[in-house]
């Protein structure tokens, strides 16, 4: 059985930076396209950024483009998210995703496909 398990969050200040990372299991890791999404509170699952397999492509969303940077290590198999510049609405639980293609609508495939994403680790920008 697939697992994916992120870590990271926590409480920091705008400006600040906080790196996230997934560590997965499971399933062909290195065959799998990754990605981040997020969801704030009282608001619906939002994608943040997506690696290819090779680790090659990479692709962010408006809102972080410039301050994220997505990453993998296909060796030990986990994910990572470095985030700058934080800004409070970036508060978010975040979540890292699996899945074996590019997939422009993973937002709604996330809500009917078990056992692709993790639990999350919540991220705070607050002063």
């Known amino acids: 059985e697939s697992r994916l398990v992120e870590s990271g969050g926590g409480l920091v200040q705008p400006g600040g930076s906080l790196k996230l990372s997934c560590l997965t299991s499971g399933f062909s890791f290195s065959h799998y396209w990754m990605y981040w999404v997020r969801q704030a509170p009282g608001k619906g699952l939002e994608w943040v950024s997506s690696?290819?397999?090779?680790?090659?492509?990479?692709e962010y969303a408006d809102s972080v483009q410039g301050r994220f940077s997505i990453s993998r290590d296909n060796y030990k198999e986990m994910v990572f998210l470095q985030m700058d510049n934080l800004k409070p609405e970036d508060t978010a639980v975040y979540y890292c995703?699996?899945?074996?293609?590019?997939?422009?609508?993973?937002?709604?495939?996330?809500?009917?496909?078990?056992?692709?994403r993790g639990q999350g680790t919540q991220v705070t920008v607050s002063s």
């Open positions: 995703v699996r899945w074996p293609s590019n997939e422009p609508n993973i937002v709604q495939l996330i809500a009917t496909t078990p056992n692709v």
């Open positions: 690696i290819s397999s090779s680790g090659r492509t990479t």
